[in-house]
Structures are given as C-alpha cells and as structure tokens.
C-alpha cells in the first residue's frame, strides 16, 4: 500500500479500540494513548505530519509526542 507507518498504526489503534469497546456508546469510548518518540532532529516534522493528516483519525489529545534524548559518538580508538 501507499499508507505511511504512521497511518497503519494509527488504523491499527483505531480497529482496537472498536474491537475492545464494542459495546461502548459513542462517546464513552476510553482511548488507546499513542506516544511517539521522536529525535530532536525529526520532532517538528512529524508533529507537522501528523497535524497534517488530521493525526490518522485519533484525537489529538490522545497523541503524545515526546523526544528521545542524544549523546555524542565516542570510540576506544
């Protein structure tokens, strides 16, 4: 498919929760949290991504973005 990781995930999350809380009324559902780890490289871009894409369906409230931390490369040699 033509679908992002990101998008299949957040299908994937979707089908869950419906699958978990078939009997659920609408609105009453409790969400699946998705967190999203991202490089501080990389974190604005997709935040972006996803915002652009309406965060695949989930509430924004239910997606979380969080940076993973960097240290330098050193080698022995």
């Known amino acids: 498919s033509h679908k ?19 009997e659920a009324a609408a609105g009453k559902k409790k969400p699946i949290p998705w967190y999203v780890m991202t490089s501080p490289m990389t974190h604005e871009a997709t935040e972006t991504f996803f915002a652009k894409h309406n965060y695949f369906g989930l509430a924004k409230r ?3 973005f969080f940076q993973q931390g960097t240290l330098p490369c050193l080698s022995l040699a």
């Not at 992002?4 to 078939?22: A, H, K, V, Y």
């Open 4 to 22: 992002s990781l990101f998008q299949l995930m957040g299908e994937r999350l979707i089908r869950l929760q419906q699958l978990s809380q078939p």
């Open 62 to 64: 239910d997606v979380f």
